[in-house]
């Protein structure tokens, strides 16, 4: 968002008073600040008019949206919904035609905060929560990829197939259908552009395997075993080609998913296959899940 400095902003000069507190708050950047830096926001805000100061309003509440959705204290369905409320409110500024870059990041910082929250939530209100997150992502792809920048609109379209993957496990019949093709869509526009392997190697890879878990989840509405076989089988191949970038060391709980939906793919084809083989992938499964566990462990399935 814009950079701020105290004194002349939007063309009207800042009462001392929020100089003063817009100073205080550059001091209270470390995480164990986060509470007295949203109540200071909050008084801010009470300080500052929209109709005189229209950026610096816009970014107290991006701040504050950002310190609420990473306060872990106190009930956080409450800091994620008022997060979200906060981005809404700023959104009125930062506008697709005015500042298309800033409402990118915007839409984004928005859409992760919704897909938290859908987390929280079950049923219709789940699903309703999911269907923002995945439109949140749909606007940014609105925009031109020399605003947007490659890496960004990779972010952007495997944020929405993975999440629109998510909203089809709350679907059925032809609905389900529909929402897997359309994840699977917006995954393959990321994988179909071979540079963008070297440009973001990690967005890559999650858009891999988030294509992998679709496909197996496809598979599982066909009914032509052969068909269901061969889809399977991408699966597969594209937890592999994750798992060429993700590693052990350096991004062990990705690794560790990918490793993991691989050892349930492969199980998955232990009853299309002869029985001569089953034994063969049934182990391959194993060592799969194996790997997965030396990340896994029960403290971290604890915490």
């Known amino acids: 968002m814009s950079s701020r400095q105290p004194g002349d902003l939007d063309g009207h000069r800042l009462p001392t008073e929020v100089q003063e507190l817009l100073s205080q708050l550059e001091t209270l950047n470390q995480p164990e600040d986060i509470s007295p830096r949203i109540h200071l926001l909050e008084r801010v805000l009470t300080l500052v008019s929209r109709t005189d100061h229209p950026t610096l309003w816009a970014d107290l509440y ?33 506008t697709r035609e005015g500042m298309p870059t800033d409402w990118a990041r915007l839409l984004y910082t928005r859409g992760v ?22 439109t949140s992502f749909e606007e940014i792809l609105t925009i031109g990829e020399h605003q947007l920048g490659p890496a960004n609109r990779m972010l952007a379209q495997n944020n929405k197939g993975a999440f629109l ?16 093709q359309e994840a699977l869509a917006c995954l393959n526009e990321v994988l179909q552009h071979e540079e963008y392997r070297e440009i973001a190697p990690i967005i890559w890879a999650a858009a891999q395997s988030n294509k992998g878990s679709t496909l197996r989840d496809l598979a599982e509405l066909l009914t032509d075993p ?55 992938k049934l182990e391959e499964a194993i060592t799969c899940y194996d790997a997965a566990l030396t990340v896994y462990t029960h403290e971290v ?3």
């Not at 949206?65 to 369905?77: E, P």
């Open 62 to 94: 991006v701040e504050l949206g950002d310190a609420l959705q990473r306060n872990r204290m106190g009930d956080r369905q409450v800091q994620l919904s008022r997060s979200i409320d906060c981005y809404d409110t700023a959104l009125t500024v930062y």
């Open 301 to 303: 399935a604890l915490e």
């Open 113 to 134: 905060a919704l897909h938290e929250l859908a987390g929280l939530l079950t049923g219709s209100e789940r699903e309703k929560i999911l269907r923002d997150a995945v």
């Open 226 to 280: 052969e068909q269901q076989l061969a889809m399977v089988h991408d699966a597969i191949a594209c937890y592999d080609a994750s798992l060429s970038v993700y590693t052990h060391k350096e991004a062990s709980t990705d690794w560790a998913a990918a490793q993991n939906n691989k050892g349930a793919a492969l199980s998955y084809l232990s009853p299309l296959i002869s029985s001569e083989k089953r034994r063969e």
């Open 165 to 180: 993957r998510e909203l089809a496990g709350m679907l059925t019949g032809a609905e389900r259908a529909k929402a897997l």
